[in-house]
């Protein structure tokens, strides 16, 4: 079936630092993309995403570029805040399907 | 307020007991979702409605485990003889479109039930 594999977390970072948080996919079809997160105390909010191979979503200053050939959809950023301190989950949505597949998730820390 | 409300935000339940969780969607949202989110996991499906109709529930882990939305708003996952391993963070999100998970979904804060 359908999964969504990110990198292990917790990740901590400095202000300004350079972002990257790996995602890979396995799906039957030709899913979309998606990048949610949940900041302390909120719900899950949807970040960015793309619905087909190449496309690039963007959002916030982050960034996600679907590439079929590495079944991957990595987040990054160039250049991260104390407040983009949360919880980012990858997703995918298969070609019809009305539901989503997450992955684990990865808890981000920013220290000032 | 605007977003998607849950209630209770917390529920303690001994096990065997019966429990109703409520999802207020946003209004005029067609597709409501239901997600289970165990500790230090991502959410994972549950139940979805288009309107008033149940067009998926594959991912309901039992038959203790039932979800209604009568009147095509409110919607509420009920568990029977709840169980210990049914403690997680229930997550309800609603969306405007008919397309699912490709209209942006709003989700709620979440229910977090403990099974004792």
């Known amino acids: 079936g359908d999964s969504v594999t990110q990198m292990e977390g917790p990740v901590t970072l400095s202000e300004e630092a350079f972002l990257t948080i790996n995602c890979t996919y396995t799906a039957t079809g030709y899913p979309s993309l998606f990048w949610y997160v949940q900041y302390p105390g909120e719900g899950l909010q949807l970040l960015l995403k793309a619905t087909k191979a190449d496309d690039k979503g963007s959002n916030k200053g982050f960034e996600a570029t679907y590439r079929k050939e590495t079944t991957s959809f990595h987040l990054e950023k160039g250049s991260v805040q104390v407040s983009d301190s949360a919880v980012y989950f990858c997703?995918?949505?298969?070609?019809?399907?009305?539901?989503?597949?997450f992955g684990q998730g990865t808890r981000l820390t920013i220290n000032p | 307020g605007a977003g998607v409300s849950q209630s209770p935000r917390y529920k303690v339940a001994k096990r065997g007991q019966d429990v109703a969780l409520r999802c207020d969607p946003i209004s005029g949202h067609v597709s409501l979702f239901w997600y289970q989110q165990a500790l230090g996991q991502g959410p994972e499906f549950l139940t979805y409605?288009?309107?008033?109709?149940?067009?998926?529930k594959s991912g309901l882990p039992s038959d203790r485990f039932f979800a209604e939305r009568p009147e095509g708003s409110v919607s509420t996952l009920k568990i029977q003889r709840t169980q210990q391993e049914d403690s997680a963070v229930y997550l309800c999100?609603?969306?405007?479109?008919?397309?699912?998970?490709?209209?942006?979904?709003?989700f709620g804060n979440g229910t977090r039930l403990t099974v004792t």
């Open positions: 409605f288009q309107n008033e109709a149940q067009l998926d």
């Open positions: 999100a609603s969306s405007l479109g008919r397309q699912g998970a490709s209209s942006p979904l709003h």
């Open positions: 997703a995918l949505s298969d070609q019809g399907a009305q539901k989503l597949v």
